[in-house]
């Protein structure tokens, strides 16, 4: 009955819990600037506004600028990978890109410690306030103004890592929104 059938994911996952994500986005890809037009008096009064890039690239800018000139956080998971406009960088506060996201972002190799630095170095550039490498079981990089933390994970055997990074950006919002740092 609906205009835009819902999305469709095809999830593999290799034997050390990796996956791979192919998606139709259905109603996603019909998100529009006007939908979130509608809710821009919930959008201004929110805490933090998390978005990630399933939905049309000019929606998430408009999202991330409502948000922004209302003074409200904004944190990008820039998943999947996707080349952003220029005016969503200035709108974004905390940006949460996967070591695969960061190459993509920045051109750049990001592989090595150096490697992810220079990355986060370059992300930050483009205005973003607080830059998160994550890198799995690896754990996390932080780039707040020229204060670096490499923070730990702790360790776990992996069986399914989808959604892995949908469950830090979530538990990041809830930690900021309590007041964390």
Not at 39 to 48: M, N, S
Not at 101 to 111: C, H, I, Q
Not at 153 to 169: K, S
């Amino acid at each position: 009955d609906s205009l835009f059938p819902s999305g469709v994911a095809l999830i593999t996952v290799d034997e050390k819990g990796e996956n791979s994500i192919v998606v139709a986005p259905g109603a996603n890809a019909a998100l529009s600037p006007m939908d979130v037009k509608s809710v821009k008096d919930q959008i201004e009064r929110a805490g933090l506004l998390l978005m990630q890039l399933e939905t049309p690239l000019p929606t998430v800018a408009y999202a991330a600028s409502l948000a922004h000139h209302a003074g409200v956080k904004v944190v990008l998971n820039p998943a999947p990978a996707s080349v952003l406009p220029e005016d969503l960088w200035e709108h974004v506060d905390i940006l949460t890109p996967n070591r695969q996201e960061a190459e993509r972002l920045t051109g750049l190799p990001v592989k090595t410690e150096k490697d992810i630095e220079t990355a986060a170095r370059f992300l930050q550039e483009k205005g973003i306030g607080i830059v998160i490498i994550t890198l799995g079981e690896e754990g996390a990089f932080v780039l707040e103004g020229d204060v670096i933390q490499w923070i730990k994970a702790e360790p776990v055997e992996a069986v399914d890592t989808t959604a892995a990074g949908d469950v830090f950006n979530g538990a990041l919002a809830v930690g900021l929104a309590e007041g964390m740092e």
